[in-house]
T-cell receptor
């Protein structure tokens, strides 16, 4: 039981490049989330999903897209990376929506030059 | 707008002593949940404790307990018998249970346990 895993752990992009971050969970959780963590700030919700095939915007969705084609996977895409997207990205999942404990992945450190 | 404030950016405590981390929040909601998460140097966030706003009794998990004061909108975390492994960033978080989904984190308190 690996819990929540994220791929890759580190990545450096040039402005304008695209990439996809992969989040996988093996706990059969319905709900999955993508957050970003910036220095001096708490985590901010980018997008979330309440089930396979569904996604919704969070607090800071601009510049990101997501997909949940399979229940266990939640992908975060950056179509045209900008330096403002330099951050640590965390994926999380939970069984019940909003009120349940969220289980977090180890994070992906992304630098956009 | 809902906000979560952690007014102590950094704290330190001697091993085996007790420390309290403060968290205040602002909301007009009546039904919500509060969480404390720990983020050790490994970076992976781990749940420490969870409190339902409708429960008056303070939550307790082994050495961790909260002082939840709903009227004052305060949710502090007490760590008893501090251990070196408690060294981490601690985040307070607030979750709505009605209307638009909101999961709001504070900016964190960096706790260092000294040997």
């Amino acid at each position: 039981n690996a819990g929540v895993t994220q791929t890759p752990k580190f990545r450096v992009l040039k402005t304008g490049q695209s990439m996809t971050l992969l989040c996988a969970q093996d706990m059969n959780h319905e709900y999955m989330y993508w957050y970003r963590q910036d220095p001096g700030m708490g985590l901010r919700l980018i997008h979330y999903s309440v089930g396979e095939g569904t996604t919704a915007k969070g607090e800071v969705p601009d510049g990101y897209n997501v997909s949940r084609l399979k229940k266990q996977n939640f992908l975060l895409g950056l179509e045209s990376a900008a330096p403002s997207q330099t951050s640590v990205y965390f994926c999380a999942s939970s069984y019940f929506f909003s009120t349940d404990t969220q289980y977090f992945g180890p994070g992906t450190r992304l630098t956009v030059l | 707008a809902q906000t979560v404030t952690q007014s102590q950016p950094e704290m330190s405590v001697q091993e085996a002593e007790t420390v309290t981390l403060s968290c205040t929040y602002d909301t007009s909601e009546n039904n919500y949940y509060l969480f404390w998460y720990k983020q050790p140097p490994s970076r992976q966030m781990i749940l420490v404790i969870r409190q339902e706003a409708y429960k008056q009794q303070n939550a307790t998990e082994n050495r961790f307990s909260v002082n939840f004061q709903k009227a004052a909108k305060s949710f502090s975390l007490k760590i008893s018998d501090s251990q070196l492994g408690d060294t981490a960033m601690y985040f307070c978080a607030f979750v709505f249970t009605s209307g638009t989904y909101k999961y709001i984190f504070g900016t964190g308190t960096r706790l260092k346990v000294l040997a």
